[in-house]
Nanobody, 115 residues
Framework: QVQLVESGGGLVQAGGSLRLSCAAS????????MEWYRQAPGKQRELVAG???????NYADSIKGRFTISRDNAKNTVYLQMNSLKPEDTAVYYC?????????WGQGTQVVVSS
């Protein structure tokens, strides 16, 4: 059974940093595209950043220059380094991975940025 397990969320002051991790397990196939989404209260889930198995990345305009996505293919793990955090970054952050043509979601990790 495929599982995506996120970690690294928490409470941080504005201007601070957090690093999220998401580890995929339970499949003989390596993940293809891995992405981070977020959902703030009362808002739709939105794409934050994505990375292909070859390392190509894309970012939402709202976080460009502040967040960095990376991955360790040997560990089937994707990371999201978040710097210069703002209160508007407060959300539940979800990992999404394409594994053998199917998309899987993690359970989410809460990020709260206080002003």
């Amino acid at each position: 059974q495929v599982q995506l397990v996120e970690s690294g969320g928490g409470l941080v002051q504005a201007g601070g940093s957090l690093r999220l991790s998401c580890a995929a397990s339970g499949s003989i196939f390596r993940p293809g595209v891995m992405e981070w989404y977020r959902q703030a209260p009362g808002k739709q889930r939105e794409l934050v950043a994505g990375i292909t198995s070859g390392g190509s990345t894309n970012y939402a305009d709202s976080i460009k220059g502040r967040f960095t996505i990376s991955r360790d293919n040997a560990k089937n793990t994707v990371y999201l380094q978040m710097n210069s955090l703002k209160p508007e970054d407060t959300a539940v952050y979800y990992c999404n991975a394409d594994i053998a043509g199917r998309r899987f979601w993690g359970q989410g990790t809460q990020v709260v940025v206080s002003s």
